[in-house]
């Protein structure tokens, strides 16, 4: 059973960078098929999908958010981690990091996050 | 970007009732739709995939139905465990966006 879980502070200062990492046990983050993804729920709200990672290192961020996020991976350790910088508190939000499949089944592709960690919350306040 | 709607943003109805919920999307997707359920304080759970096919161990009363813009969400006899709010998501183009979700309560 694939698990995912979230780790950093929960309270960020505005302006400096959040940095989150999501530790992925019960699999292999190398395994192919699979796009490590970050998530963020504002309170009381809907989802926002902030970006992705093949374990290759490979990238794609949502445009809204691109400018001020990383994304990147650790196979060694089979971890990904997020940055996020200059945030405000319009960034506060609880933080998923889930795992995002991909496969083609009779040609057809077929993608949706099948696994997620339980949610951080962080919170932006000086 | 896709841009995903849903309705209404919530409903409340009485066990054993059936439940509707729609999507739509701003452009074609086909069928490339799949629904969540998201209980308070914990992750989103995928429910259905491809817009109709039930992931595995989801209860049969939850069906998904539509193609292309409109897309619908049944719960076909309301039960108090399914209190949560309900996601579509549209994976035909990156980024991968949600609707704003679906509250559902027992009235």
């Known amino acids: 059973q694939v698990q995912l879980q979230e780790s950093g502070p929960g309270l960020v200062k505005p302006s400096q960078t959040l940095s989150l990492t999501c530790t992925v046990s019960?699999?292999?983050?190398?395994?192919?098929?699979?796009?490590w993804s970050w998530i963020r729920q504002h309170p009381g709200k809907g989802l926002e999908w902030i970006g992705y990672?093949?374990?290759?290192?490979?990238?794609y961020y949502n445009p809204s958010l691109k400018s001020r996020v990383t994304i990147s991976v650790d196979t060694s350790k089979n971890q990904f981690s997020l940055k996020l910088s200059s945030v405000t508190a319009a960034d506060t939000a609880v933080y998923y990091c889930a795992r995002y499949i991909v496969v083609v089944v009779a040609a057809t592709p077929r993608k949706y996050f099948d696994y997620w960690g339980q949610g951080t919350l962080v919170t932006v306040s000086s | 970007d896709i841009q995903m709607t849903q309705s209404p943003s919530s409903l409340s109805a009485s066990v054993g009732d059936r439940v509707t919920i729609t999507c739509q999307a701003s452009q074609d997707i086909s069928n490339y739709l799949n629904w969540y359920q998201q209980k308070p304080g914990k992750a989103p759970k995928l429910l259905i995939y491809?817009?109709?096919n039930l992931e595995t161990g989801v209860p049969s009363r939850f069906s998904g139905s539509g193609s292309g813009t409109d897309f619908t969400f049944t719960i076909s006899s309301l039960q108090p465990e399914d209190i949560a709010t309900y996601y579509c998501q549209q994976y035909d183009n990156l980024p991968p966006a949600f609707g704003p979700g679906t509250k559902v309560d027992i009235k």
């Open positions: 491809d817009a109709s």
């Open positions: 019960g699999g292999s983050i190398s395994s192919g098929g699979y796009y």
């Open positions: 990672i093949y374990y290759s290192g490979s990238t």
